[in-house]
């Protein structure tokens, strides 16, 4: 079946693409709201942290757990439609390795974040270096040059389809 000029399987690849882009808009967009906003209002206002945090983290953890799984299926959907064509080629395989592997690192970090409690702790020097590369602001960080390399591929594929 089509619509116009195009298949149910393309428009079954749009859906699939769209929830990929939602639920890693979702993911990556809280964790800079609750980064950027959120952690600076509650350390300069303490007493409103105090009834807000746990609330707001359960709510956040649900949205992050709900991503997780709509960005694995459908980045496993995305992936084989596009791998089982002859339109990528060695530089596509090599971003789509870096996408996969920074991604990966980022559902372990929260993984293990969850896992131990761990709570950045104010300090100072390769303490604090350490506590961004692996905390939270990580997953921010990674979260955002995922989507760099997410629209890497889309060109990288889009150019193999047009040549």
């Known amino acids: 079946m089509s619509f116009g000029d195009i298949s149910s399987t393309n428009w079954i690849m749009l859906a699939v693409g769209w929830i990929h882009a939602i639920a890693a808009t ?13 952690r600076p209002v509650f350390a300069v206002h303490r007493e409103l942290a105090k009834g807000l945090t746990d609330p707001i983290g359960n709510v956040y953890r649900e949205l992050v ?3 997780t ?6 980045g496993l959907v995305l992936m084989f439609n596009r791998l089982t064509g002859d339109d990528t080629g060695p530089v596509y395989f090599i971003v789509l390795g870096v996408k996969l592997v920074m991604a990966a690192w980022m559902f372990y970090v929260v993984w293990h974040l969850r896992r131990t409690g761990w709570k950045p702790e104010p300090g100072k020097g390769v303490m604090k270096r ?5 905390g ?10 995922i989507f760099l390399l997410a629209e890497v591929l889309r060109q990288l594929y889009e150019a193999a389809v047009a040549s």
């Open 69 to 74: 799984i709509a960005l694995i299926v459908s």
């Open 26 to 38: 979702a993911w990556v967009g809280g964790s800079i709201f609750f980064a950027l906003v959120l």
């Open 136 to 145: 939270y602001n990580a997953v921010m960080a990674f979260g955002v040059v």
């Open 65 to 67: 757990d709900t991503s």
């Open 130 to 134: 350490l506590s961004w590369l692996l």
